[in-house]
């Protein structure tokens, strides 16, 4: 029982450490519209964060978004591609407005409202080549067949 005291205070210990690790940064919204049904096509201006739009560097990296009524932050992938980011300080995702969800306060949101965004991770599936990554980029109907 000890034992099984001591992992579970540990394992909570790590969990506030990796929740600590977390950069926010703010940033508003410049789309929010719908993209089919259920599905919101969402970009984020953070051409005031060029330490973060410089972070998206690959096809498949994600990051964490909390809107500000939200319980918790979730998980999007950025649906453009880092050359966005470059040119225009953006991000685009397609988020899937899930009944309860945050996406779905997200999906709620307008335009210039202000969300927060964890920083960029690493890429969840890795492409082999530029040309594959360009392909996922514009495959919408990808996109939509992952998140649904
Ligand atoms: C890497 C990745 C990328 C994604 N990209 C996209 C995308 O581009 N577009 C899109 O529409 N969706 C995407 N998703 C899915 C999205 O993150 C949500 O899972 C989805 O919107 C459903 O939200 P949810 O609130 O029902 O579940 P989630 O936010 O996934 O949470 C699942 C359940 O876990 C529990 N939970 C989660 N976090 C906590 C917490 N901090 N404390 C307590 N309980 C918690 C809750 O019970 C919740 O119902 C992605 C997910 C991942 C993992």
């Known amino acids: 029982m000890a034992i099984l005291r001591r992992r579970l205070l540990s394992t909570t210990a790590a969990a506030a450490v990796r929740r600590d690790t977390t950069v926010w940064t703010t940033a508003p919204l410049t789309i929010v519209r719908p993209a089919a049904e259920s599905l919101f096509h969402v970009t984020v201006d953070v051409s ?12 498949g990296q994600y990051l964490q978004l909390r809107p ?9 992938s950025i649906a453009s591609p880092p050359s ?24 709620g949101m ?12 690493r890429e969840r599936f890795r492409c082999g080549s530029d040309f594959a990554a360009r392909g996922l980029f514009d495959c ?6 992952i998140w649904n």
């Open 84 to 107: 966005l980011a470059v040119a225009r300080g953006e991000f685009e995702f397609l988020v899937k407005s899930v009944p309860g969800s945050t996406a779905e306060i997200l999906c």
């Open 68 to 76: 500000p009524d939200a319980v918790r932050p979730s998980f999007f």
């Open 48 to 59: 005031d964060s060029p330490d973060l739009a410089a972070s998206h560097t690959r096809a």
């Open 140 to 145: 919408s109907d990808l996109r939509h067949w």
């Open 110 to 121: 307008r335009r210039g409202d202000v969300v927060e965004l964890s920083q960029v991770f």
